[in-house]
């Protein structure tokens, strides 16, 4: 019991530390662009916010767990974004320039096939006569 009672006040915490954190950069935005948003719009906002990242939370632990991982990867943020063609897009783009930007020798490589190998994998055409 003592266990869930922690564990509930970690997850209170960590919600609103999250909405603070929404809040604050929703008003950041707002002044950058010379507007003003109210205290039921920012409240608003923050919920949305946190109610769209436990679902994507979710959305991440069952497409790992349908691959057969105990952890979510980039693909499947990918994937999790497949409702909005844009994120989608910019997540896809974002992953291909770290990518590029990561060092040669810590990429994984796949190696090239074997002479051997290439030549079981060609067709080879007998004709009878």
């Known amino acids: 019991m003592e266990r869930e009672d922690d564990d509930e006040s970690v997850s209170e915490l960590l919600r609103d530390r999250f909405r603070l954190s ?3 950069i929703a008003e950041a935005e707002a002044k950058r662009n010379d507007m003003e948003v109210t205290e039921p ?14 679902q994507l939370a979710k959305d991440l632990e069952l497409f790992s767990q349908h691959a057969g991982r105990k952890s979510a990867n980039v693909e499947d943020v990918i994937l999790s974004a497949h ?3 844009h994120l989608a897009t910019a997540l896809r783009s974002f992953w291909d320039d770290l990518k590029s930007k990561e060092p040669q020798s810590e990429r994984k490589r796949k190696k090239p096939p074997r002479k051997e190998e290439k030549a079981t ?9």
């Open 41 to 54: 719009v920012m409240a608003c906002i923050a919920d949305l916010a946190f109610k769209y990242t436990e």
């Open 83 to 85: 409702r909005n063609e």
């Open 22 to 24: 929404s809040i604050s």
């Open 121 to 129: 994998t060609s067709t080879v055409h007998i004709l009878d006569g």
